[in-house]
């Protein structure tokens, strides 16, 4: 079957601008998560959802990021009034379950956001 | 708190082993293991479960200490395609990924 989509590959936007990235998990996976991967650094935890609970935020890095998952599929992370620290890749991935030990996560490709 | 790996870079010859530890400041009840090559997304490599068992995948083990809260990559005769950045990440609801390794393998 299809792994993780994301959209757009690559987006290029003018500091204070905001932007939508998305996310298609892989079908019947619960758990969706965001991650933020600065040039040659490692992967920062955003954000995540399980089915119908309320998300983990704990990640978000200020109150300009937000994110949400309709009917349980399909995310969109939004970043509000964008900065140039936000440039970065943006990975999603998704799971099965309720974040159980043994899952393992799928990684979309990812989004390159260049905020200039 | 972030994971923290060792060592954080090593160059390696084709055929050559090396070890990859990853330590937490957290309780350890499993322990991811992902690979990261050049431009692309993290995949996955392995779980490793409290009790000290040991999972492999081709020439690639990985070891779980419960009790120092560490786990360590073994990848023995190393190959090309192992070139690339090992993440370890505490398993739980949320994966928080360690420093990373950087991991090169020259002919």
């Known amino acids: 079957g299809a792994g993780v989509s994301q959209s757009p590959s690559n987006k290029v936007t003018e500091k204070g601008k905001d932007v939508e990235l998305r996310c298609d998990p892989i079908s019947g996976h619960t758990a969706l998560y965001w991650y933020r991967q600065s040039l040659g650094q490692g992967l920062e935890f955003l954000i995540y959802f399980q089915g119908n609970s309320a998300p983990d935020k704990s990640g978000l890095p200020s109150d300009r990021f937000s994110a949400e998952r309709t009917g349980g599929s399909v995310s969109t992370l939004t970043i509000q009034r964008t900065q140039q620290e936000d440039s970065a890749v943006y990975l999603c991935?998704?799971?099965?379950?309720?974040?159980?030990?043994?899952?393992?996560?799928?990684f979309g490709p990812g989004t390159r956001l260049t905020v200039l | 708190q972030q994971p923290v790996q060792s060592p954080q870079a090593v160059i390696l010859r084709e055929g050559e082993d090396a070890v990859i530890n990853c330590s937490s400041s957290?309780?350890?009840?499993?322990v991811h293991w992902y690979r990261q090559k050049h431009g692309e997304a993290p995949v996955f490599l392995m779980i490793l479960l409290k009790g000290g068992e040991q999972k492999g995948h081709e020439k690639i083990s990985a070891s779980f200490n419960e009790k120092k809260q560490q786990s360590s990559l073994y990848l023995t005769a190393s190959q090309l395609s192992y070139s690339g950045t090992y993440f370890c990440a505490p398993g739980g609801n949320k994966l928080i990924f360690g420093t990373g390794t950087l991991l090169a393998v020259q002919p």
């Open positions: 991935a998704s799971s099965w379950s309720r974040g159980e030990i043994r899952n393992e996560q799928f």
């Open positions: 957290k309780a350890l009840y499993s």
